[in-house]
């Protein structure tokens, strides 16, 4: 019997592959955001930090508000493409399939003392702490300006956290509460 010859592929590899680049960009950006001050990763990845990862090709941010126009520019001079929107600054690198939101919600400014670190993408960033990833979690499920699907995956990651961390069960609305406890 011959020997095989098999290669294993590390996440941050999978990732990468499959974002055309999206390992390397977050990166990058982690990079950019580390120069200018304080910030931390809120969203679906942090929440990948606390729970079984789940995959996603977003990368949800808060940084200093009195660093955003900075960023902005400086990810802009790497060659990323910088977009204003209502409540986000959108960048992506070209080819890349990363979306990375930096939101200008003003609550999540409260996120930035309290953060931790992490591994991401193999690489050490700061992301919101348990509960304020939770907390964002629950203002983006509520928010009703939000697509359907969107919320749903909120619902999805908030259903992932209670499941690892019971006691966060009395900060959800009834409604997810009782899914739980019918679970």
Same mark, same amino acid.
């Given at each position: ?40 990763l809120i969203?679906?990845?942090?929440v ?10 977003d990368?949800?941010?808060v940084?200093?508000?009195s ?44 996120? +930035? ?5 992490a #591994?991401?993408?193999? !690489? @050490?960033?700061?992301? &919101?702490?348990? =509960? ?10 509520g928010?009703?300006?939000?697509? +359907? ?5 909120? #619902?999805?990651?908030? !259903? @992932?956290?209670a499941? &690892?961390?019971? =006691? ?16």
């Amino acid at each position: 019997m011959a020997a095989c010859d098999t290669e294993v592929v590390t996440a941050v590899e999978a990732y990468e592959l499959t974002t055309h680049g999206g390992a390397t960009d977050f990166a990058r950006m982690i990079a950019a955001c580390e120069a200018l001050g304080p910030y931390c990763l809120i969203g679906g990845l942090a929440v990948n930090c606390f729970v079984e990862p789940v995959y996603t090709l977003d990368a949800d941010m808060v940084v200093i508000s009195s660093g955003l126009n900075n960023l902005g520019a400086k990810l802009r001079a790497q060659g990323f493409k910088i977009e204003q929107h209502t409540y986000s600054v959108n960048a992506m690198a070209p080819e890349s399939q990363l979306r990375i939101q930096f939101t200008t919600d003003e609550r999540y400014q409260a996120f +930035l003392p309290r953060a931790i670190e992490a #591994e991401v993408l193999g !690489i @050490r960033v700061k992301i &919101a702490c348990l =509960e304020d990833v939770t907390r964002g979690k629950l203002w983006a499920y509520g928010d009703p300006r939000r697509r +359907l699907s969107k919320r749903k995956k909120d #619902e999805l990651d908030l !259903i @992932r956290l209670a499941e &690892a961390y019971p =006691e966060l069960k009395p900060l959800y609305p009834d409604e997810i509460r009782q899914q739980l406890d019918r679970g």
